[in-house]
């Protein structure tokens, strides 16, 4: 067991944005969008399974919208929106800018034509193009990082949903060659014990954030160890042949409840033939791997395994703290914490208050990123929030124990 004291000094925030940098991300970003959906056929982009999954064509609308909306229209002289009725069908949660079709029914879009949500994009895309190269200004450079980072976020959100989609399809098509969907962690399996003391806690550098990453604060941690690995699918295999669905005392009441009326067995995409275990990944329905992480489990279940294993989720504070010590950023990583404001937290002014500050309640926190997060988007402060029963992003868990 290793021993780390990780107190870190306090360094001031701030933020610059260049010109030629915030341009390259943004082209960058706005064609990976389209480069995920790439092998879907033209069928795939209207499907909505479930309430929590939005069909692919509504991500690419609603993240050319945003820039629309905060870029376009208010900052580029002369601007024309692209068609009327767009900011209705893809605004998704901002109340303070209008009407918009309820989740849902985003399902029910047959119309406007992935054709025409491609026009859309491409027009939003080259005006954008002119008004950071001849309009760019401080006023709205933070805004524009805010969007790129907004779309980077759906990006995210774009693959896991193209994932349970086909899924969820009963002839579970591929979606592609995806060879590093099943994470097998290489290191020593060990518990890495933390000091007690005083941490600070939130985002800390000149590169991009959230606003729910700040302010940067100090946190008393009493001493704790974390293992160094996650979770493997061959420990919830004698999770589950152990009976860990079946007794009540291993869960909350709400989980219990979700278990029972669900029908809860095993993690999503998860199927016993004849018992063997198989999964549905990006690349098709195969036999499980024991060694690797396991993936797609609900907060409930993370709780669970943990009370089963006679220990605990660590909190989102001492994941922060320890994270330098352990490898992350292939799985999002369930942990104690709800997601709430940190100290002298100040929502933002205006519609882009409603990013973040509003989902302050009823959810758990996630810590580590995953193989869906896109590059330069995760940073061990960024935090990540869902629903307790959700589990169609790539979750897992990190196992801790208080001493």
């Known amino acids: 067991m290793r021993t780390i004291d990780l107190k870190k000094k306090h360094h001031k925030f701030e933020k610059m944005i260049p010109k030629n940098k915030i341009l390259s991300l943004f082209k960058e970003t706005r064609s990976d969008s389209e480069h995920i959906c790439e092998p879907l056929q033209t069928e795939d982009y209207v499907v909505q399974p479930i309430v929590d999954v939005s069909p692919p064509k509504w991500h690419l ?173 061959r420990e919830w295999i004698e999770f589950i042949n152990s009976g860990g669905y079946s007794e009540v005392m291993l869960w909350h009441t709400e989980g219990w409840d979700w278990v029972k009326k669900n029908s809860i067995t095993a993690p999503m995409y998860w199927h016993n033939n004849n018992g063997q275990w198989n999964n549905y990944l990006l690349e098709g329905n195969t036999t499980i791997n024991p060694d690797a992480a396991v993936t797609h489990i609900s907060y409930y279940e993370a709780f669970a395994f943990a009370q089963w294993k006679g220990m605990r989720l660590p909190t989102e504070f001492e994941w922060e703290a320890a994270q330098s010590h352990f490898n992350h950023g292939n799985r999002w990583e369930w942990t104690e914490s709800a997601y709430l404001p940190y100290p002298n937290y100040k929502k933002p002014d205006g519609a882009l208050g409603e990013y973040n500050g509003k989902f302050m309640v009823n959810q758990k926190v996630l810590r580590g990123s995953s193989i869906a997060t896109p590059a330069n988007h995760a940073r061990p402060t960024y935090r990540n929030f869902f629903h307790a029963p959700l589990r169609w992003q790539f979750t897992s868990l990190r196992l801790a124990k208080s001493l």
Request: charged share 25%; aromatic share 14%; net charge negative.
């Open 61 to 233: 609308g609603h993240t050319t919208w945003f820039f629309e909306e905060f870029l376009l229209d208010p900052y580029l002289p002369n601007y024309k929106r692209y068609h009327d009725s767009y900011a209705y069908v893809f605004n998704s949660y901002y109340e303070s800018i209008g009407k918009r079709v309820v989740r849902t029914d985003r399902g029910n879009l047959s119309r406007p034509s992935v054709r025409e949500i491609y026009e859309y994009r491409h027009h939003v895309t080259s005006n954008m193009i002119e008004l950071i190269e001849n309009h760019f200004n401080e006023e709205f450079a933070p805004i524009l990082e805010i969007g790129i980072h907004h779309e980077k976020q759906h990006q995210e959100l774009l693959l896991t949903d193209i994932k349970y989609i086909l899924g969820n399809n009963p002839l579970q098509p591929k979606y592609k060659d995806f060879s590093n969907e099943q994470l097998i962690e290489t290191e020593k399996k060990e518990f890495i014990k933390i000091e007690s003391g005083i941490y600070n806690i939130g985002h800390d550098s000149e590169e991009f954030c959230y606003d729910n990453e700040l302010p940067r604060h100090r946190v008393f941690l009493e001493p704790f160890s974390i293992c160094s690995t996650l979770v493997t699918n």
